[in-house]
């Protein structure tokens, strides 16, 4: 039986990178050490392979043709993006694909009544590549990408996305071997890019979600809809991300919580939950 045994949800500002030297000492000091402890803790959970999920900002998918949930089936990984690296200064990650785990979460979304896309061209953007660059530089596990559509209307529910993460830690435990698994997630909270109100922060709404979170209320997180979400800034409906995250974790609140606004960057909001 596999085993869960971390879970994280994390920024994917690529302004971390592409940014960088506009932030404060202070500011990069503070995310370093986010990162350096969260590092740090999913080494200590000796996960043995990553499922990660992120968005698809219509890098890999576009307007022609776009899946609510798509796992990555692709024997090899590779990001980010040529702009993303050149311009962005994101860096280069390339990982094996466990196709078995991929297709074992296929067959489980069959049986659960789910039915999720298959890719095998794809690549990793930043939504990937900024978390897998912060907590596992080595690059030295397999991983699993999902990629979900949250620019492409209509979106999924709130409801949807907390079922596939449920999907997501059945199918881990009906594996047969005594897989140990982490499960990576990037998303937002209140942002909006290219907008007239990019710049601008929804404070009440931030707050309000981060004591949800810190609470665990799973429920009220779950009512938030996609209106609502789209009303805090056009990028705000990647926290639709971390509602599959509460689908792995259930209602227990995180073990960590930090939500850092950087001038230069904008807001970087973490979550992590371990077990022994």
Do not use: K
Request: one cysteine or more; charged letters at 25%.
């Amino acid at each position: 039986m596999g085993t869960v045994v971390a879970a994280i949800a994390t920024t994917h500002n690529p302004r971390i990178f592409w940014n960088r030297d506009a932030a404060d000492g202070a500011s990069r000091e503070a995310l370093d050490a986010v990162f350096d402890a969260l590092r740090r803790r999913l080494a200590e959970a000796r996960p043995d392979r990553l499922i990660v999920i992120g968005d698809d900002h219509l890098d890999t998918f576009f307007l022609d043709h776009v899946s609510p949930f798509c796992v990555g089936l692709a024997p090899r990984a590779r990001g980010p993006l040529w702009y993303e690296a050149e311009i962005m200064r994101i860096p280069r990650y390339e990982a094996v694909v466990d196709v078995g785990l991929a297709g074992h979460l296929l067959e489980a979304g069959l049986r659960g009544n789910i039915d999720l896309a298959q890719a095998r061209e794809f690549d990793l953007d930043h939504a990937f590549c900024v978390p897998l660059a912060g907590l596992r530089p080595e690059a030295d596990l397999p991983i699993v990408p999902i990629f979900t559509n949250l620019f492409v209307y209509p979106l999924p529910s709130p409801h949807r996305f907390y079922e596939v993460g449920a999907l997501i830690h059945r199918a881990v435990r009906e594996r047969p071997d005594d897989a140990r698994v982490a499960v990576i997630a990037s998303f937002n909270l209140s942002l909006d890019v290219g907008g007239p109100r990019m710049g601008q922060r929804d404070e009440a709404f931030d707050r309000a979600v981060l004591e949800l979170m810190r609470a665990g209320r799973v429920d009220d997180l779950l009512a938030i809809t996609v209106e609502r979400l789209y009303a805090a800034g056009n990028s705000t409906v990647e926290f639709l991300n971390y509602d599959m995250l509460l689908g792995v974790v259930g209602t227990r609140p995180p073990d960590l919580l930090e939500f850092h606004q950087v001038p230069a960057w904008g807001a970087c909001p973490f979550a992590a939950w371990w077990w022994s």
